[in-house]
């Protein structure tokens, strides 16, 4: 069974600090992977995606992936209160497969 | 309209009534989905249409029936359901076949909030 492992937290940093997201899947053909934002009350919404190891970068948000590991992240710079939400880490096994495995989320409250 | 919406955005429910959820893309999209959101548990894919053929069903109970009568609509009708039922379900949609290594990148819509009485 495919799985998605995620820090429910939550995790507290202070405003204008980075936060760290982590994620790890246990299915090593996985291809794709995504991070969602989801505010309480929400639907998700999505911030990134990344299906090669290294670094992806867009404004003040960085994806990491390594697949020895089979660990992605997201990192969020210079943090402020709107970024508080839960991240969704969602994994896409490839072709063939419609399914997108979701971890639980990471709630991120970001202290002003 | 743009995007993924979802109709209606709230709903209550009595255990014999029956209702029915609807989501219109409007992305082009060839993929709809259903996912359910319960508190403290992860998405949980329920129904997955391709070019309008159900192409994926996660062991769900028949008391949901989804239809698809085009790539643009997706329902998820109810009866009989039970207060375990009450959810946050969202539907999404993708374009099956997308190039550069980013296949199934899913777009949500807002969410129906069931509450079963």
């Known amino acids: 069974q495919k799985e998605v492992e995620q820090n429910s937290g939550p995790l507290s940093v202070p405003e204008g600090a980075i936060a760290s997201l982590n994620c790890t899947y246990s299915?090593?053909?996985?291809?794709?992977f995504f991070w969602y934002r989801q505010y309480s009350g929400k639907s998700p919404e999505l911030i990134m995606f990344?299906?090669?190891?290294g670094d992806k970068e867009d404004g003040r948000f960085t994806a990491q992936l390594n697949k020895a590991s089979q660990y992605v992240s997201l990192l969020i710079r210079d943090s402020q209160p709107s970024d508080s939400a839960t991240y969704l880490c969602?994994?896409?096994?490839?072709?063939?497969?419609?399914?997108?495995?979701f971890g639980k989320g990471t709630k991120l409250s970001v202290i002003p | 309209e743009t995007g993924v919406t979802q109709t209606p955005r709230h709903l209550v429910m009595g255990m014999t009534n029956k209702k029915s959820l609807k989501c219109e893309q409007h992305l082009g999209h060839n993929a709809m989905y259903w996912y359910k959101q319960s508190a403290k548990k992860p998405l949980e894919l329920m129904f997955v249409?391709?070019?309008?053929?159900?192409?994926e069903n996660n062991s769900v109970p028949s008391r949901f029936s989804p239809e698809c009568p085009n790539s643009s609509h997706l329902f998820l009708h109810l009866h009989t359901l039970q207060p375990e039922d009450s959810a946050l379900y969202l539907c999404a949609s993708s374009q099956e076949g997308s190039s550069g290594g980013v296949g199934e990148t899913q777009y949500f819509g807002p969410g129906t909030r069931l509450l079963v009485l």
């Open positions: 969602a994994v896409y096994s490839g072709a063939g497969s419609y399914q997108l495995t």
């Open positions: 990344i299906y090669s190891n």
């Open positions: 249409y391709s070019l309008e053929e159900r192409v």
């Open positions: 299915d090593r053909g996985s291809q794709s």
